[in-house]
Nanobody, 121 residues
C-alpha cells in the first residue's frame, strides 16, 4: 500500500523556521521525483520545491533562498527546510511522488494528506 505521510507542520512566528518531513512507503522511493506543494485558502495548489531522483532541485521564486528541499533515500523520506517564514507562507503543505511510467506512457503519482503551516505573530 502506497503511503506518503507528512509531518512537522505547525504554528510559527514570522522569521521562524520549520522542517517538514514526508515519509514514503509502498513504492521504490529512490526512483521517484519528489515535490512539495502548498495550497492556501481560496488559492490553487502550487509547486514550492522539487527534487529529482538524481538530486536536482528546483524552487518557486517565492521561496528561493529561504527553503531547501532534500531527500534521504536510505530513510525513504523527503524534507523541506523552511527558514525566514512569512505570513504568506501559510498553507497546507503536501508532498508528491512522481515518476514517468513508460508502460502506460504516463505518470505514476502519489500524494500525501498534507500538513498545516501557519505563520503568524
Amino acid at each position: 500500500q502506497v503511503q506518503l505521510v507528512e509531518s512537522g507542520g505547525g504554528l510559527v512566528q514570522p522569521g521562524g523556521s520549520l522542517r517538514l518531513s514526508c515519509a514514503a512507503s509502498g513504492f521504490i522511493f529512490s526512483i521517484y521525483d519528489m515535490g512539495w506543494y502548498r495550497q492556501a485558502p481560496g488559492k490553487q495548489r502550487e509547486l514550492v520545491a522539487g527534487i529529482t531522483s538524481d538530486g536536482t532541485t528546483n524552487y518557486s521564486d517565492s521561496v528561493k533562498g529561504r527553503f531547501t528541499i532534500s531527500r534521504d533515500n536510505a530513510k525513504n523520506t523527503a524534507y523541506l527546510q523552511m527558514n525566514s517564514l512569512k505570513p504568506g507562507d501559510t498553507a497546507v503543505y503536501y508532498c508528491k511522488a512522481d515518476r514517468f511510467n513508460p508502460k502506460k506512457a504516463g505518470n505514476d503519482d502519489y500524494w500525501g494528506q498534507g500538513t498545516q503551516v501557519t505563520v503568524s505573530s
